[in-house]
């Protein structure tokens, strides 16, 4: 196929299974050396990528695919939380996470008002550091095998909590530019309703439903593939909700594998 029909070229399809192999491969050297993997894969994509070499074909391709990729190792993530250690560090997640992201702003905002911005724009730099990326949390904990245990699953609550208020910041932000009431305390509300009304469904409602109607009424030999059906329906459901509710999709797609924590084999099914 060529360019003049508006489809890729064979240029194209070799050049991403190149840059796909030298990304795997960089990982696979970081990890030889005791290193997380994801460190390699990070810089072999910043020097491939379009901003150095420009070697990567349809870079916004491979970059959708890779959010795709992550919203599924967060579902997963979801899917490994023991509930159990879950109660006993929630409220210290929830104070590393606030901690995390309040001193970041701070030091982010000192920065930018040293090289002489003010006002938003000195918060808007400093909103920039306070974001935790769940994404490279979860990868660094899988390959240690440290997810399960009770500091990886503080890692965890705090990495959600720093990227609900991280968010919160930026929708405050945004309401600078036409400021109202309701702009400024509808981000809050929406990130504190549907953080608490949903962990609270995903914790405490959901899994007793799914145990005592749906998996007793299925027959024994299709439950599986029922509660994966299900429970991407609910990934999907939350994921919208908490977006367009300006919060996190990605914190719909940790709640949805919450949700099904307790679901045994799901994790053998997933």
Request: net charge negative; charged share 10%; with cysteine.
């Amino acid at each position: 196929m060529g360019e003049a029909d508006g489809h890729f070229t064979f240029y194209s399809v070799i050049s991403t299974i190149i840059f796909l192999m030298c990304v795997w491969v960089a990982g696979k050297l970081c990890e030889s050396i005791k290193m997380p993997g994801l460190i390699g894969e990070i810089i072999t994509g910043s020097l491939l990528g379009p901003s150095l070499a420009n070697f990567a074909p349809e870079h916004r391709a491979l970059e959708m695919i890779g959010e795709i990729g992550l919203i599924l190792l967060v579902v997963e993530a979801g899917l490994e939380v023991d509930l159990s250690v879950l109660r006993q560090i929630g409220t210290r997640g929830l104070m590393i996470g606030l901690i995390g992201s309040i001193i970041p702003l701070g030091i982010g905002y000192g920065i930018a008002s040293a090289f002489g911005l003010t006002g938003t724009a000195a918060l808007a730099v400093g909103a920039c550091f306070a974001p935790t990326s769940m994404g490279v949390a979860l990868v660094v904990l899988k390959a240690g095998n440290a997810l399960n245990t009770t500091m990886g699953q503080l890692v965890v609550a705090a990495a959600v909590a720093d990227d609900v208020l991280a968010l919160v910041i930026l929708s405050e932000l945004k309401a600078l530019i036409h400021p109202n009431p309701l702009a400024f305390v509808w981000p809050v509300l929406s990130a504190l309703g549907f953080s608490v009304v949903i962990s609270y469904l995903a914790v405490a409602v959901i899994p007793p439903f799914l145990q005592n109607y749906v998996i007793k009424a299925i027959p024994k030999a299709y439950v599986e593939d029922t509660l994966l059906g299900i429970m991407v329906m609910v990934v999907v459901a939350l994921m919208c909700a908490l977006h367009y509710g300006y919060g996190s999709y990605l914190l719909g797609a940790f709640l949805g594998g919450l949700s099904f924590c307790t679901a045994k084999s799901m994790m053998d099914t997933w």
